[in-house]
Each structure stands twice: as structure tokens, then as C-alpha cells.
């Protein structure tokens, strides 16, 4: 926003800030694929069945594990919403600043 309180979009800004958000909903996948992979059911039954006999343990941590797993995945859906809604925002900003474009003596080509 400008001092005098005028808006405006900038969208290369745009289009980077939603390459972000890409990414990172990109990498949480990663992530949380590599985390569901060493913390699963089996890898933690694996895992405490040298160390204990009590499946009350045993199912405590595979209930965790499968919260955060859970919780992560909503990040990451979130994340995948925010870039798509900000590849929305920009391909509007594009086609609309070049129908105003046009209005103001510009061809569809980008000449006047």
C-alpha cells in the first residue's frame, strides 16, 4: 500500500509469494511422508517391542504419531490453498490490467 493509501499489486511479488507457499506445502508433504514412513504403527511397534512388553505404551505413541500426522496434513492442505488462491489473484490481476490496458488505447499485442 502506498502512503497516501492507495493499493496496488505487484505480480511478479505475486507470482513468487505463491511459488513460496508452493514449495513449502511441497516440502511438508516430503516431510511428513519420511515421518509417516519412520514413526508408523509398524516402525513403533518394531521399536518398543524390544524395549517393552505393554501395548498401552505401544498404542499411545502410535496414536500421537497418527495426531501429528493428521495435523500436518492440514497444513499442508492449507498451504496448497493458499498458492492456488494466489495463482487466482494473479491470473485475475493479469487479465484485468489488460483489458484496462486496452481501454486506455493499448492493443490486445501490448501496442498502442
Given at each position: 500500500m502506498a502512503d497516501d493509501g492507495t493499493s496496488f499489486y505487484e505480480p511478479t511479488a505475486g507470482r513468487?509469494?505463491?511459488?513460496?507457499?508452493?514449495?513449502?506445502?511441497?516440502?511438508?508433504?516430503?516431510?511428513?511422508?519420511?515421518?509417516?514412513?519412520?514413526?508408523?504403527?509398524?516402525?513403533?511397534?518394531?521399536?518398543?517391542?524390544?524395549?517393552?512388553?505393554?501395548?498401552?505404551?505401544t498404542s499411545a505413541y502410535i496414536s500421537y504419531s497418527e495426531d501429528v500426522?493428521?495435523?500436518?496434513?492440514?497444513?499442508?492442505?492449507?498451504?496448497?490453498?493458499?498458492?492456488?488462491a494466489l495463482r487466482k489473484v494473479n491470473a485475475n490481476t493479469e487479465v484485468t490490467d489488460d483489458e484496462l490496458a486496452v481501454l486506455f488505447g493499448k492493443s490486445k499485442g501490448g501496442e498502442q
Open positions: 513468487s509469494l505463491a511459488r513460496k507457499f508452493e514449495m513449502q506445502a511441497y516440502d511438508l508433504r516430503a516431510y511428513l511422508k519420511r515421518f509417516e514412513e519412520e514413526t508408523g504403527e509398524e516402525a513403533i511397534t518394531d521399536g518398543f517391542g524390544v524395549l517393552t512388553e505393554s501395548a498401552e505404551v500426522a493428521s495435523a500436518m496434513k492440514v497444513v499442508h492442505k492449507h498451504l496448497d490453498r493458499i498458492a492456488d
